[in-house]
């Protein structure tokens, strides 16, 4: 055919197959562009969900945390730590440099140069971990660290781990990359509940974050991946272990070089950790600290706890326990040293191992005092008018159904107190309970030398049925040590919150016994150790008193005695109350009392 003299090509046919292929291709192209804007969307709705419930990243800053208490011994040296313990807030510039270069050596090497996001660290850690068939490496970045730490919780899921990616591209465009460090290095936990390097710093190693040698930076900076493992407190093999690995990741990223790294390894090493079994004193201390400092700062405490006695009270009570203790069926002990002016604890072993058993047997059992009781029922007949020298019958006596028995005590008629206190003579004391105003009187005394009970109102309280503790037995032995002063126990000497001095609070000393009669109770005392029941107590060359205490059938036995300015208090026996093997408060309490006056310094 013909148009405008021209001749029309035909057009060649396409083939079916090229235009089914056509049509397939743009249904695909349909199909996937309405994925993608229906993806898109499902993606943004996601997005929205997740980040619905973020932390305000305006919050970064601000902290909520418990308050912290630090316990320094005597002497200063660090004793424990409880709560959040955060040192001095520190800027990067006063750091060292070898202390950011550390941490990013190890967590996060190509820090300056991601936005928040590390698509290459992400498939380098994914690498690694494929080929190695174990997780070796985190794919997070420092600032996804930071997040986390500043608004989430160690949930592992999808939706922490994008609200973790949301908040580190806010970190990152509110932020510097130094104050980014800044805020990582006074915020990241670093075990034993310290946080920040200034707080690890002063913990482990007693200096301030300022002074931090390299190879202590090291160790610092390997602890955000696992503190409450790899914290020296916890583990000291794994902490060095794994601060050597922070040097040579320092070393692969010219920072250092392989000596220097290798010498800074072998520089690693931690001051000697405070004795755990100090941690019933620590306990103790801690009890009623929310009422004696109330307010939510944090507090430094010295203590009275004297480090030096207090090893030398565990060292002798295990070595008592582990060999003549084992084989008289004695499973535990409890020993309190205390100043007899002050009342200041010196040392306190609640038990045998405070690992295995936080009870504290000096303070929370209450038992029998069995004899160690009945100073405190002749203090009541002195007050009567007696003196050491009145004499009181050692014969049988009966009151209603109840005898009491003298055990391997021979008659001899009538005796001096001072006799019957010297060789605990049972029927002596409860004669002396009557002429000294009865159960009442001898409780009254007791009470009032801070004894709580409860005591009971018959004449069996003359052979110690009451109740008491340790502690208040040690304390109330002070009045008969000071020329008759009561003192309360304290473990505090000064506080400090944030700088502050803060009143320590300790109830002052208080005449509780006369001169005279409290002289009077101290020679009676001291004839029980020279020539009475508690002659294994004596230590050549310093002059000791003292009382033994014995329950019946062998359930507990008691030593409680003071030479010179310092009261010695010892009981054992056993959690369950079982009998043990003929152990009387002559003879194992007492020789512990002896061991532990005689290491006493002069």
Do not use: C
Request: proline share 6%; glycine share 10%.
């Amino acid at each position: 055919m013909k148009r405008g003299g021209r001749v029309a090509a035909e057009r060649p046919a396409v083939p079916s197959a090229v235009r089914a292929r056509r049509r397939l291709a743009r249904k695909l192209a349909a199909w996937a562009l309405m994925g993608a804007v229906w993806g898109g969307l499902a993606l943004g709705v996601l997005l929205l969900v997740f980040a619905w419930d973020l932390p305000r990243p305006e919050d970064a800053l601000d902290t909520t945390r418990r308050p912290s208490v630090t316990l320094e011994a005597s002497d200063g040296r660090l004793l424990s730590t409880s709560g959040d313990l955060y040192g001095e807030t520190v800027r990067l510039r006063d750091l060292p440099v070898h202390l950011p270069t550390a941490l990013l050596a190890i967590e996060d090497r190509r820090f300056r140069d991601h936005f928040g996001l590390d698509p290459v660290g992400l498939l380098r850690a994914a690498w690694v971990n494929l080929t190695t068939g174990r997780v070796a490496q985190g794919g997070s970045t420092l600032t996804q660290q930071l997040a986390k730490n500043l608004f989430l919780t160690p949930e592992r899921s999808l939706r922490r781990k994008v609200q973790e990616a949301m908040l580190a591209l806010w970190l990152e465009s509110r932020f510097t990359k130094d104050q980014l460090l800044e805020i990582y290095l006074n915020r990241v936990y670093l075990g034993a509940g310290a946080f920040g390097v200034d707080a690890a710093a002063r913990l482990y190693f007693g200096v301030p974050a300022r002074r931090l040698a390299v190879w202590q930076s090291a160790v610092l900076m390997g602890l955000p991946r696992a503190p409450s493992r790899l914290n020296p407190r916890a583990n000291p093999y794994e902490a060095a272990r794994r601060g050597a690995e922070v040097l040579h990741a320092m070393a692969a990223t010219g920072a250092l070089t392989e000596a220097q790294a290798n010498a800074e390894a072998e520089r690693i090493a931690f001051p000697p950790r405070p004795s755990r079994d100090s941690g019933w004193f620590a306990d103790w201390v801690n009890d009623d600290l929310a009422t004696r400092f109330p307010g939510s700062a944090d507090l430094t405490l010295r203590t009275t706890l004297d480090l030096r006695v207090q090893a030398l009270v565990e060292a002798k009570l295990e070595a008592l326990l582990a060999g003549q203790g084992a084989a008289a069926d004695v499973g535990q002990g409890a020993v309190v040293v205390l100043d007899a002016a002050t009342g200041a604890v010196r040392a306190m072993a609640g038990g045998r191992d405070y690992r295995r058993s936080s009870f504290n047997r000096a303070v929370s059992a209450r038992r029998q005092p069995g004899s160690v009781f009945k100073p405190f029922v002749y203090l009541a007949a002195l007050e009567h008018g007696l003196h050491p020298d009145s004499t009181v019958s050692d014969g049988p006596i009966t009151l209603g159904r109840w005898s009491p028995g003298n055990g391997n005590w021979r008659p001899r008629g009538d005796l001096p107190l001072e006799d019957a206190l010297a060789h605990s003579v049972n029927t002596a004391a409860v004669r002396i309970l009557a002429r000294g105003g009865g159960a009442k009187e001898a409780a009254a005394v007791a009470r009032r030398l801070g004894l709580a009970g409860p005591f009971p109102n018959d004449a069996t309280i003359a052979l110690g049925t009451g109740e008491a503790s340790l502690l208040e037995l040690t304390a109330a032995y002070a009045a008969f040590a000071n020329g008759g002063m009561r003192v309360t126990p304290h473990g505090i000497t000064s506080a400090r919150a944030e700088g502050r001095a803060l009143p320590a609070g300790n109830t002052a000393p208080a005449r509780a016994v006369q001169p005279d009669d409290a002289l009077a109770i101290r020679r009676m005392m001291e004839a029980v150790v020279s020539r009475g029941s508690g002659r294994a107590a004596a230590v050549p060359g310093r002059p000791a008193a003292g009382k033994t205490g014995t329950t019946q059938d062998f359930r507990d036995a008691w030593f409680v005695g003071f030479s010179g300015g310092t009261v010695i208090g010892v009981w054992l026996g056993n959690d369950d109350a079982t009998p043990m093997d003929d152990v009387r408060g002559g003879t194992l309490p007492a020789r512990l009392f002896h061991e532990i006056l005689e290491g006493l310094p002069r």
